[in-house]
């Protein structure tokens, strides 16, 4: 029987020396061990009254049910991983907690880590990962090479990457339509008459932005009208580089009268920029971002769903969990054009 707490409250003493088992529970319940198995695990079979002696022990007691070793009894851990670029990204947020909710229907705990878009970091965290037994792994990749997790998906871990293609390597994989996103708001721009459109972005080696820098290309040779490689910046997203690409493209002599910005962390950065000039630039960003609807102009966005990003790859990944056999697959989900007012601001000089 537990202790009695002294103070009289009837409530039980904490325990420190370990924690209580079902012994523990049919003990004080005074009933048999799989009468206690059979509540615990919701089954038929128990009368009323003895449930409810066994779920009163179990109260009192604390008793909780030791889920790992019924995982373990499945070939299982009950666990998956996702590793992201960065956890503090707005844009991961979303897709980070679909895959939780996933997990959470599918009885499993999701470890997360953030790759700080380092390839050997990404490595150590997917490897660690591995060595904890994780049953499967979500992968935003960082680097371009995945055939060191081949030994790992041989051994039955199953993998799904999301957002970027592996590098060397055959596995499941769901993607947003960059290059189509791209290519209609850059299009969009265009259909409001402007001529001179310049693109800024992320690191050209991600695969994202490449395939924006792709689209936008595509919109230009679709309206026939020319790039040149001074309307084209793509590096890192910090807010010094990004600022100063963004002042040298809409000042100076025959100046783009047009922006179209490759994330959400571009945008930000390029809204700030605009909001110095005394004359207006139509402006198109690729992700929606909190509050864009409220400023002023409102931008318009080429938007995404990466909370169904995450739903779609940790579909995938228990799919694969649960036996399926069929050959990798790629999902390749919809971008969507939302018009605002500030890509539809017309060419300041009428052209």
Known sequence: MAEIAPSGTGLPAPRYGGRPTMK???ARAEVGLKTVSRVVNGEPGVS???ERRVRDAITALGFRRNDSA??????????VGLVLEDLADPFYAPLSRAVEEVARIHGALLINGSSAEDPARERELVLALCARRVDGLVIVPAGEDHRYLEPELAAGVATVFVDRPPGSLA???????????????VAHLVAHGHRRIGIIGDHPGIHTAAERLRGYRAAMAD?????????????DTAPERV??????MVTGERPVTALFTGNNRVTVTVVRVLAQLARPVALVGFD???LADLLSPPVTVVAQDPGRLGRDAAALLFRRLDGAGEPPRRVTLPTRLVPRGSGELPPYDGE
Do not use: Q
């Not at 019924?70 to 666990?79: D, E, N």
């Not at 769901?174 to 209609?184: E, K, N, P, Y």
């Not at 309206?223 to 590096?235: D, K, Q």
């Open 24 to 26: 523990d529970v049919a």
């Open 48 to 50: 009323p009254d003895t």
């Open 70 to 79: 019924r995982v373990l009894r499945k070939g299982r851990t009950g666990s």
């Open 171 to 185: 596995a499941d994989l769901v993607l947003t339509d960059s290059f189509g996103g791209a290519r209609s708001g």
């Open 223 to 235: 309206a026939e009208l020319p790039v040149r490689e001074s309307w084209v910046a793509l590096g």
């Open 243 to 248: 600022a100063a690409d963004a002042t040298r």
């Open 288 to 290: 929606d971002f909190e």
